[in-house]
C-alpha cells in the first residue's frame, strides 16, 4: 500500500461544482502539503500544514480551501471549480524530525474541469 | 524570475548515450533533491544532497552538489528508455525557524529514443 494515498486519481466535474480531493497518509508525518502542477509551470504550492491545528496559504491559494481532520488527513477543496482549475494535483508530507525537507508524494489526482 | 532554474527544459537523446540535467538555485542551498516523475503520475525520490562536493550515485544515475555554484547536476549514464520521464529538482533554501519549505524547478523532460 502507498505511504501517501490521493483519491480519486482522476475526476472530471463541470464549472461551478464543489469537489474534495482526499489525501491520507500513513507515515506519521505532521507536515502535509497541496500542491498543483501545470505544464510549464512546474509544481505550485496551494496550502500546506505543519500540524493538525496549522494551516497556512501557499503561493496560489485563491479558489482552495483545505480542511485538516487529522494527522493523517489533509483534504482539499474547490468550492466553485473553474475551467483552469484543471491540473494534475499532488498531496505530499515531510517529517521535520530528519532534519531534512524530503517529501514524499501520493500519486496525484488528475482534475479536469469542464 | 524562477529561484530554482533547471537546465535544460527538455532533453531527447539516443539510447545508450550520457546525459546531464543542472539545477541552479540563487540563494543559499541547505538541501538538494532530485525526483522522477512519470508523465501524469506522482514524485519518484532519488536522492538528497545536503553538503557541498556531495556526489550520490543509484544505478547509472549520478547526483553532485557544487554548494559554491549553487548548482547541482544530475548525469546519466547509457542512458537507456526506461529513464524517460521528467526530472525534478527541489531545494531546502533553509527559511528561517519552522517555515522550511521546498521550492521547486519547472522540471526537465528527458525522451530517450531506442
Known amino acids: 500500500d502507498a505511504d501517501v494515498t490521493q483519491t480519486p486519481r482522476n475526476r472530471i466535474t463541470k464549472t461551478g461544482k464543489r469537489i474534495m480531493l482526499e489525501c491520507s497518509q500513513t507515515?506519521?508525518?505532521?507536515?502535509m502539503y497541496w500542491y498543483r502542477q501545470d505544464p510549464g509551470l512546474g509544481l505550485r504550492l496551494i496550502y500546506y500544514s505543519f500540524d493538525v491545528k496549522d494551516i497556512n496559504k501557499g503561493e496560489i491559494s485563491d479558489g482552495y480551501s483545505v480542511s485538516r481532520q487529522a494527522q493523517a488527513k489533509f483534504s482539499l477543496s474547490l468550492e466553485s471549480a473553474i475551467p483552469n482549475q484543471t491540473a494534475l494535483y499532488f498531496c505530499?508530507?515531510?517529517?521535520?524530525?530528519?532534519?531534512?525537507?524530503?517529501?514524499?508524494f501520493g500519486q496525484g489526482t488528475r482534475l479536469t474541469v469542464v | 524570475s524562477q529561484e530554482l532554474e533547471q537546465s535544460p527544459q527538455s532533453l531527447i537523446v539516443q539510447e545508450g548515450k550520457n546525459l546531464t540535467i543542472n539545477c541552479t538555485s540563487s540563494?543559499?542551498?541547505?538541501?538538494l533533491y532530485w525526483y522522477k516523475q512519470k508523465y501524469g503520475e506522482g514524485l519518484i525520490f532519488l536522492m538528497m544532497?545536503?553538503?557541498g562536493g556531495e556526489e550520490k550515485s543509484h544505478e547509472k544515475i549520478t547526483a553532485k552538489l557544487d554548494e559554491k555554484k549553487q548548482q547541482s547536476s544530475l548525469h546519466i549514464t547509457a542512458s537507456q528508455p526506461s529513464h524517460a520521464g521528467i526530472y525534478l529538482c527541489?531545494?531546502?533554501?533553509?527559511?528561517?525557524?519552522?517555515?522550511?519549505?521546498?521550492?521547486w524547478g519547472l522540471g526537465t523532460s528527458l525522451a530517450v529514443n531506442p
Open positions: 540563494k543559499t542551498l541547505y538541501g
Open positions: 527541489g531545494a531546502d533554501q533553509g527559511e528561517a525557524g519552522n517555515n522550511r519549505k521546498l521550492i
Open positions: 544532497l545536503q553538503k
Open positions: 505530499a508530507t515531510s517529517d521535520p524530525g530528519t532534519g531534512t525537507t524530503e517529501a514524499f
Open positions: 507515515k506519521g508525518h505532521d507536515r
